[in-house]
């Protein structure tokens, strides 16, 4: 482990109280609305609206409190490859879903 | 024939008093050890222990498919039977067999560094394989599965009464050791290679396992994921793959086949790497493009994840997808073809000569061809509707996992043994078991693709007699290939204790570690190497060797 430290020491970046503090009150806001968007009556927008939130506030922790915003480049690129394979599972699964009824009508 | 092997004087040579092997004495020692050299060897036992359950499961397969009728065991038995082979020798050998053996011994000393980023991690993953392996084994003798490998929903959720959840969990397990085996090697590629190892000096051993990793690191976790929904599912009915609750039993299919047309490649990628080794030391010559060769681990690595449905065409997908996946999958066979030219290129006006390694390579070369041309076939979804679900699938990846995957690990196991163990196996046998396996492996499964073609369905244990014919010479050759696996249990243990002193360098290789004493020391290098030389550099070795001579001088 060391080695590892010692061959690539990047400086650990500190980030401010405040920041932390900043973000957590993001992130109670956040919940706080997902609770009264689930009072709406929106139909499938429902999960939609819900979703965006989460994914709203993910990004916050991964950014913040996982330290990526002030990460190297690798740590930004491993994040991505995470991000890239769910996208191609999501996305490549949607081209069967919308699909599958098309011409059946 | 002529040969490269240069071998000590055996009258005086001695293994080295002071290595991996004899450092620590006591069964302790090798279960709590951080080596990434022993956890190699411990990986090796247990995976040939599995090899031959596998193997023997192959065996009760071929012998009930010897004549038409179901006589030697009942239809559920079989089903049991063909499930736990391929759960055992996907899982549980062909993910593990030269990544978790080759790899964990070699990838750090070829970097240049004294083990991998996180040694008890390492570890770890042996115990994770070894839990995994425990309870599937546990499933079996409790009265097995009988899905298939690929736990099919709504088979698996509603209508079998078999140890799927057992089973199911065992997979999960033994997917976090190849996860935390794939993440060492990440870890250990970027952050530890040796002062001047360059990404463009490394091995093709190493990308290959590089690009394999990354697909063990994001893909299995899905597979994870998919298995316990189904576990929930049998248990619990949370209805994801339930349509009566509004779910979809083809989601499962695109979970799993998500990780595994991605695990695919990460049984072939590592074997691929071997082959770049041998047939650059056998032919004496720089493998030829090293870079498209090294860019196309990558690429195999990204493209592998676009062409997953090319497994579900018939199963109820929407037809406009299946058109965008079959063009897909056209495009993840070229850069596998990429590196059968590159190698053939490399033979070319090479001083080939053909110890045990190279003949495994060259069947390598030939059966991956035949085997990846008909994945073409099957990736043309107009063919594939003809061929799917017959023993022209089983053939199609028979060819590529045991004439490719099993032909490669046995070339590096071969050519790897004297840095292992330190000394050498004997060449003439082994030579005659390479052929012997190559002979009885196109016995086996060629006639299996014929069968195939005139419509002869995989996974059922009777059939129509007119296919008896080509059943009986697969099972005749599956004889003959049972004797080629044996033969190398039998005397590469023998070589354990007679074989001939290998000494640090036999084949004449450039790769770093063979430039350190057989068997290596714990720490690898006694002082961590400065890498000025490219990879497969035989004129730098040449002048090592004249260096040296000068010295002794
Ligand atoms: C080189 C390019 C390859 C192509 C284009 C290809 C294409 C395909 C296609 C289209 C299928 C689905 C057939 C069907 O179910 O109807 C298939 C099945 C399969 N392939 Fe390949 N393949 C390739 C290489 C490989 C490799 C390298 C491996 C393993 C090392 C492999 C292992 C398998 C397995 C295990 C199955 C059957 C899965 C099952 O249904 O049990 N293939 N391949
Ligand atoms: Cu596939």
Redesign the interface.
Known sequence: ?S??ET??GEEPHIVSPKIYVLIAATLLICTALTVAASYLELGPWNAVVALGIAVFKATLVVLFFMHIKYSSK?MKLTVF??LF?FL??VG??M??????A??SF | MSSIVSLPDQTTARIPKRNYLTNENGILSWLLTGDHKRIAMLYLISITFFFFIGGALAGLIRLELLTPQSDLMATDTYNKVFSMHGIIMIFLFLVPSVPATLGNFLIPIMVGAKDLAFPKINLLSWYLYLAGGSLTLWAMINGGVDTGWTFTTPLSTHYVNTNVVTTGLAIFVAGFSSIFTGLNFIVTIHRMRAPGMTWFKLPLFVWSHYAASILMVLGTPVLAIAIVLVLLERTIGIGVFDPTKGGDPILFQHLFWFYSHPAVYIMILPGMGVISEVISTFSRKRVFGYSAVAFSSVAIAVFGFFVWEHHMFIMGVSNYSTLVFSLLTMLVAVPSSIKIFNWAFTLYKGSITFETPMLYAFGFMGLFTIGGLTGVFLGASGTDIHLTETYFIVAHFHFVMVGGMLMAFLAGIHFWWPKMTGRMYPEKISQLAAVVTFIGFNFTFFPQFLLGMLGMPRRYAAYPPEFQVLNVFSTAGATILGVGYLLPMIYLVWSLKYGKIAGANPWQATGLEWQIQSPPLTENFVEIPVVTQDAYDYEWLERQKEHEVTQVG
Do not use: K, N
Request: proline share 0%; aromatic share 10%.
């Open positions: 482990m080695e590892l061959h690539h690798l490859a995470g394979t191609a599972l490549m699964s081209s069967d879903y919308i699909s599958r098309w011409g």
